[in-house]
């Protein structure tokens, strides 16, 4: 039996991401917590409204204990919007942490760090896995679309719909951030493909140690000439050279020369890492 917006109650707003507005919501039957992502799509082409329904589809299939569970969707054709149901993440995102911890002056734990990167890792190798014949790139990895449960936990979230509402009149109006995890074959103009959604981690990760991106600019022609030429610092001195040679392996600007995501999780310094989380 298909969900209706009636078996919900909004309890509040959470947050707005660059797609839509995400509210938390109690399910009337059960009283179980979840979130729901509303995105107006009166302003989309046939073409895109078909690939945004395929697109949320093939995302409600990827079950994994690191990507955020999607349990279901409501069209509301009176107010052009969809609802995409989804698992509730009570530590909210990683932007929030980042924040919070530059607003303290207090540097997160490598612990942490190596967690996130294990945890991201695993939840990317199951969205690049090719699903018929068609792998589920995340497109907009950034500390935003990167949620945690109760026990800190990753669940990546918020996926693949970048490339579907990137068309003129919705991205435009919504797309508000400056790029500072382009990778340079996008600076290039080069297609996306699975060494950016690496290169978007390494970023990541790199900003959860200096609590900054790892190239900043006044300009987006500064921004790109650093992307290109890889011209960064080391994270904090505080982290050790174990953490700073696997985010330098995720920040290589040859794409050929950057790991997959398979030789992340076998690179010898990540095996031992794991081994020491479990
Ligand atoms: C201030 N907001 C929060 O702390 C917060 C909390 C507790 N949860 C969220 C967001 C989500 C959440 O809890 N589940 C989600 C599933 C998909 C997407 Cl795109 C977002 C979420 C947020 C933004």
Known sequence: MPSTLEDFEVLSTIGSGSYGTCKKIRRKKDGKILVWKEMEYGTMTESEKLMLVSEVNLLRELKHQHIVRYYDRIIDRSKTTIYIIMEYCDGGDLAQLISSSRRTGSFLDEEFIWKMLIQITSALKECHRRKNGKAVLHRDLKPANIFLDADKNVKLGDFGLARVLHHETSFAKTYVGTPYYMSPELVNNMSYNEKSDIWAMGCMLYELC?????????????????????????????????????????????????????????????VRRIKRLE
């Open 210 to 270: 200096a609590l900054h991106p790892p190239f900043t600019a006044s300009n987006q022609l500064d921004l790109n000439r650093k992307i290109c030429v890889g011209d960064y610092s080391r994270i904090p001195l505080r982290y050790t050279d174990d953490l700073n040679a696997i985010i330098s392996k995720l920040l290589r600007v040859e794409v050929h020369k950057r790991p997959s995501i398979e030789d992340v999780l076998h690179d010898s310094v990540v």
